[in-house]
């Protein structure tokens, strides 16, 4: 059954299941001729026919660009819209959190003292961006975003452990964060400033940080509803999902640091940054939703057999 060149790789999908009815017939009738003594030849041949079988079949392959490739184009959006619902929570979790912490800060502007501190509130005050230090340290200031937002990535993803308390609690704290910076910088009259900064990167950012969170959140799922599987089994299926859903988030993390770092702290018009903001997520959108609609699933070696 092995061909030249990429050798089972080349495997059609009635070859593959063909292979896979003869793997199993070698293994069976091995462990039928391992009774009969007098069967000692055989036993070894076909002992070694399966070991050599087996290494051909479930050999680790190096990673190729065109797998990396089929993953982002084919695999992630479609493991992306399966897994929806725990992005929307996520989200859900982080805009109520927003709202109620706007609405505390409009009511009691010494709640955003409290949580930002003097120095910011001052920088607020006289009407200061404390991003305008990002200008003049870009590329170190690049490189810090983008470290801080995969770190807050993968903990949200990493604490779905927790049954999810811990991924809900950073999702609420950057809710929480949004929501009083906004509503302190909306009383000081710097609203368009503040969204002007935060859209150009914002568009890839948030909804990534949405994704770790779903992530996090779909690990909990298996762990605290396994359904009909047993609990490690549901973890461990749900754990390999939400692994590949937060890889999908690596990309948009370090586009948008180096957007954050770059980009949004410059003096560019105005109309512009949203106007790249406003590309950036419909194309993001696209992506997402639309991706691989219709693609067919190439058969793997796993299947067949």
Known sequence: MQRSGNGIATLS?????????LYR????????????VS?????????????????????????????????YRDTYPQLFRETLPQTLLAAALVLVTMIAAWMLTLRDPSFAYRLLGPAMIET???????????????????????TNNLSVAFSMF???ITGGLGTIWMLAVNG?????????????????????????????????IFIAGGAGLEIARGLLFPGLLPRRASLEEAGGRATRLLLGTVPMLIVAGVIEGFF?????????????????????????????????????VDSAL
């Open 124 to 146: 607020i005050e006289q009407h200061h961006m404390w991003t305008d230090s990002i200008v003049t340290i870009k590329p170190l200031a690049s490189s810090g975003i983008m």
């Open 39 to 71: 069967s000692r030849q055989l036993t070894f041949y076909l002992n070694q026919l399966l070991g050599r079988s087996h290494n051909l079949i479930y050999m680790g392959h190096k990673p190729k660009v065109s797998a990396i490739v089929r993953f």
């Open 13 to 21: 999908h009635e070859e593959l299941k063909e292979l896979g009815l």
């Open 158 to 160: 990493a604490l779905g």
């Open 176 to 208: 929480l964060l949004l929501g009083v910076i906004g509503a302190a910088t909306a009383r000081a009259g710097m609203a368009l400033q503040l969204w002007s900064f935060v859209a150009p990167h914002g568009v890839l950012e948030l909804p990534a």
């Open 264 to 300: 949004s702290p410059s003096a560019v018009p105005i109309a512009i940054k949203f106007s790249l903001a406003a590309v950036l997520f419909a194309a993001l959108m696209t992506y997402l939703f639309f991706m691989a609609r219709t693609r067919p699933p190439r058969p793997t």
């Open 25 to 36: 017939q070698t293994a069976s009738d091995l462990g039928t001729v391992r009774e009969d």
